[in-house]
């Protein structure tokens, strides 16, 4: 099918959104609400594997496990990401 699915976690809520593979990130941002992909900055992104071996998103940071992305960057199946956006 082409598709690949990327991650967004909070608080109080985790969720999957899927996208055609070869999605660059600001693609990805879009699904969630056009504003992201229009306002794109950035996209932290943590690996999926590297989230479970660290146990959290603080924890994954904190052993430099995430990184700043731009607009180049084409999407990674499993990556869990915040997108930083300008509205």
């Not at 976690?9 to 229009?38: C, L, M, N, S, Y």
């Not at 996209?43 to 998103?57: H, K, N, P, R, Y």
């Not at 700043?68 to 997108?83: L, S």
Request: glycine letters at 12%; aromatic letters at 10%; proline letters at 3%.
């Amino acid at each position: 099918l082409g598709l690949q699915t990327y991650l967004t976690a909070g608080p109080k809520e985790a969720r999957a959104w899927t996208i055609p593979k070869g999605a660059k990130a600001p693609q990805a941002a879009g699904v969630i609400h056009t504003d992201f992909e229009k306002g794109f900055i950035k996209a932290e992104v943590i690996g999926f594997q590297d989230l479970v071996d660290t146990g959290s998103i603080a924890e994954a940071r904190a052993k430099g496990k995430a990184r700043i992305e731009g607009k180049e960057y084409v999407m990674q199946d499993g990556d869990v990401v915040e997108f930083r956006f300008n509205n």
